[in-house]
């Protein structure tokens, strides 16, 4: 199953009324966004045309994520007319006022920036915000995550990590690895270490620490080592395979990128390392509707033991057992699918 041409035409198309909110045009407030497109076909973004861009009119899109206490603030790009063109670039201010607002950011506010790429050696463009304005604020969720304390001086302190890809971004020069509830830009001298690997692998990474910047707290991979990255398992292994998973059941809330609730099965492991499947259906309209329906309904009659879990909802009181076909089509895809061939495949006990 083509899941990256197929949801786009399924939910766009047959699915009108859940279309992607905001998938066909950044936010704006009056300058027509431009597209970006580059000129070689293997890099889908022109990032000169984007700082063009931020230079003069600004430009629209969403904050990915905002980590107070690190100073992560990330700000999503999306292509006007395909949802699933995007660029994640992270946002830091010259400016101590604009530094104020952008610390208060939280995951799916609304923004239109104005500034310039920082001219540093840096992997991945940051974006030396001039100017912030909120376009809307995000009123979803009102849960407020405590991020693990510790964690940081626990990574800081040592030089070996076990976790999972978040992004591989410029062809391996970056990777983004997830710990815990936290996340940690790791530069990358030998690209051909991660240029093969997809989000949601579960790696072992030897590291050193890089001190500048002070924060967020940097990693580059110890390319000295004896085996810098380590792949403990590799989630496209066993695409398109019948498995069966059982976990407690997620559910992602609705968002400014999509209009109704995503449901999924959690699994987790000794080393602490999760994975969210989306349990759905693409090509059964009937049974898609259906697993929605099942699970909502189970969700909103124990929705009391519901924990909120960074960007989702965690209910360990419903326990799944789902047999499917799993389902991982791109190495950016930011979770794996479980699809079952019917509603009787999804089994729920109440623990």
Not at 22 to 51: F, K, L, R, Y
Not at 207 to 212: A, D, S, T, W
Not at 246 to 268: C, D, H, W, Y
Request: charged share 25%.
């Amino acid at each position: 199953m083509k899941l990256s041409i197929l949801a786009s035409l399924f939910i766009t198309t047959l699915f009108p009324t859940l279309a992607l909110a905001q998938g066909h045009s950044n936010p704006t407030t009056g300058t027509a966004q431009v597209v970006c497109e580059s000129a070689d076909p293997e890099v889908e973004v022109d990032m000169d045309c984007i700082e063009e861009q931020l230079k003069t009119t600004g430009i629209g899109g969403w904050v990915h994520a905002s980590v107070k206490d690190q100073l992560v603030m990330v700000f999503t790009w999306r292509r006007p007319g395909n949802f699933f063109v995007n660029v994640q670039l992270p946002m830091v201010s010259e400016d101590p006022n604009i530094m104020k607002q952008l610390v208060e950011l939280r995951r799916h506010d609304q923004i239109e920036i104005k500034g310039e790429f920082f001219k540093n050696e840096a992997p991945i463009n940051h974006i030396n915000v001039t100017d912030l304005k909120i376009v809307k604020k995000y009123e979803g969720v009102d849960d407020v995550y405590e991020y693990d304390p510790q964690l940081p001086t626990t990574i800081l302190n040592s030089s070996q990590l076990i976790g999972k890809v978040h992004i591989v971004a410029n062809g391996g020069r970056v990777l983004v690895v997830e710990v815990g509830d936290r996340v940690y830009p790791v530069f990358n001298e030998n690209p051909g270490l991660a240029q093969d690997l997809f989000r949601n692998d579960k790696i072992e990474l030897n590291y050193q620490v890089q001190f500048l910047p002070m924060r967020p707290s940097h990693l580059m991979v110890d390319t000295e080592s004896d085996e810098p990255i380590r792949v403990l398992e590799r989630i496209e292994d066993g695409h398109g395979t019948e498995i069966t998973l059982t976990g407690p059941l997620v559910m992602f809330p609705k968002s400014p990128q999509i209009k109704f609730n995503v449901f999924a099965l959690r699994t987790e492991d000794a080393d602490q390392v999760s994975r969210n499947f989306t349990i759905v259906n693409f090509e059964d309209i009937d049974l898609f509707f259906a697993i929605r329906d099942k699970l909502q309904a189970t969700w909103d009659q124990y929705v009391a033991s519901a924990q909120y879990d960074r960007n989702k909802y965690v209910n360990r009181k419903i326990l799944l057992k789902v047999t499917g076909t799993k389902n991982v089509v791109s190495p950016t895809q930011a979770n794996p699918q479980v699809v079952p061939a019917s509603i009787d495949d999804i089994e729920i006990i109440i623990q």
